[in-house]
Structure formats: structure tokens, C-alpha cells
T-cell receptor, first 114, second 110 residues
């Protein structure tokens, strides 16, 4: 079946550092890919998405590119802030939008220090 | 516009007790979902409802039942709680753009 694997965490960075969180998937075909963010004590929020190969999703300074050759969707940000501290989840679904059932990675905890 | 709401926020149960987690959405979405979140495992789908009147099993349905009461409400029932069901439970709903999540219910079974 489908699966999503994220880099081992947690990740601790200083403010203004460069962020990369790796995400790879296993699926038959080309699913839609998503990054969700969970701030402390809250539910998940969609951060960005890409629905086909070579698409780049972006939001709030975060970016991720759908790479079918490497089955990857790595999350990047050029300069992180303390307010970016959260748990980040990579996920996939079928259907072109996020209305389908989501398969999640295990999550990566990001802590940003001043 | 409250989005997705869940009750209760916290609950402690003894093994063998039953309870129902409530979820409601005010976005007129057709699809609703129940996930559980466990440390190091991300979120796993328990049950989902693609439309009013239909429900289907997800990845981890054992020990749970659901009811899609109407288009707004989707409840999750634990008939006989077990310690393995200690988790954070999230309800979500989706239309055609994105999936929206509730704030979660933290359940502890002792």
C-alpha cells in the first residue's frame, strides 16, 4: 500500500537558518502531495500542496517540489523564525485535491531558537 | 464560521468504559474523517464518510464505530475502551479544496 516517510527528527535550528525536511513516498502512480503543519495544542493546517509531477507548492516562505524521479517532496525554507516551531507532516492522497483520504508520514518536530 | 469543532477536548476513561466523540462542521462539506495521532506514527485514518449516509473503514477501524448523523455531524464511538486506544483523535472535513481539521480530543484509557 501507499506510505510516506519523513526524515527522523526532531530538528532544532537557530532563527534565520535554512530548513530542509525530507519526505519520500511509495505509491503506484502519481498521487497529490501535501505538507501540513500542527502548532502546539492545535489541529493540522494545510501548508502547501502539489498535485502533479514537477509542481512547486509554496506558502509563507515554505516551498516543496514534487519530484517523481526520486518520489520526493522535500520541504524547504530559506530563513526560519521562532514562530515556525511546530510539527510538520508530509501526506499523500488520490484525486487531485485534499478531499481524499490522507496517508501521513510520522511527523517532524521543528524547534527554532532565537 | 467555527470550521470543525470537536467535543470533548480531554477525556479519561477506565478500561471497558464506552464513550462517543462528537464532531461537527459548518462548511457544508460532503466528506468527513476520523484520525488518531500517536507519537512517531503520524495520523492514521480510522473511518471516513464520503457523503451523508455512507461510512467506510480506514486503516485502523478495530474497536471503533461511527455514525454520520447528518451532513454536519460525524461521531466516533468506543464501545469498550482499551489502553491501546489512548491517543489524540482528530476529526476532519473536506470539500473540493482542502481538508480542515478540528482541534482534537486527547483520550487516556487507564
Amino acid at each position: 500500500g501507499d506510505s510516506v516517510t519523513q526524515m527522523e527528527g526532531p530538528v532544532t535550528l537557530s532563527e534565520e537558518a535554512f530548513l530542509t525536511i525530507n519526505c519520500t513516498y511509495t505509491a503506484t502512480g502519481y498521487p497529490s502531495l501535501f505538507w501540513y503543519v500542527q502548532y502546539p495544542g492545535e489541529g493540522l493546517q494545510l501548508l502547501l500542496k502539489a498535485t502533479k509531477a514537477d509542481d512547486k507548492g509554496s506558502n509563507k516562505g515554505f516551498e516543496a517540489t514534487y519530484r517523481k524521479e526520486t518520489t520526493s517532496f522535500h520541504l524547504e525554507k530559506g530563513s526560519v523564525q521562532v514562530s515556525d516551531s511546530a510539527v510538520y507532516f508530509c501526506a499523500l492522497s488520490w484525486g487531485g485535491t485534499s478531499y481524499g483520504k490522507l496517508t501521513f508520514g510520522q511527523g517532524t518536530i521543528l524547534t527554532v531558537h532565537p | 464560521n467555527a470550521g470543525v469543532t470537536q467535543t470533548p477536548k480531554f477525556q479519561v476513561l477506565k478500561t471497558g468504559q464506552s464513550m462517543t466523540l462528537q464532531c461537527a462542521q459548518d462548511m457544508n462539506h460532503n466528506s468527513m474523517y476520523w484520525y488518531r495521532q500517536d507519537p512517531g506514527m503520524g495520523l492514521r485514518l480510522i473511518y471516513y464518510s464520503a457523503s451523508e449516509g455512507t461510512t467506510d473503514k480506514g486503516e485502523v477501524p478495530n474497536g471503533y464505530n461511527v455514525s454520520r448523523l447528518n451532513k454536519r455531524e460525524f461521531s466516533l464511538r468506543l464501545e469498550s475502551a482499551a489502553p491501546s486506544q489512548t491517543s489524540v483523535y482528530f476529526c476532519a472535513s473536506s470539500g473540493l479544496s482542502e481538508q480542515y481539521f478540528g482541534p482534537g480530543t486527547r483520550l487516556t484509557v487507564t
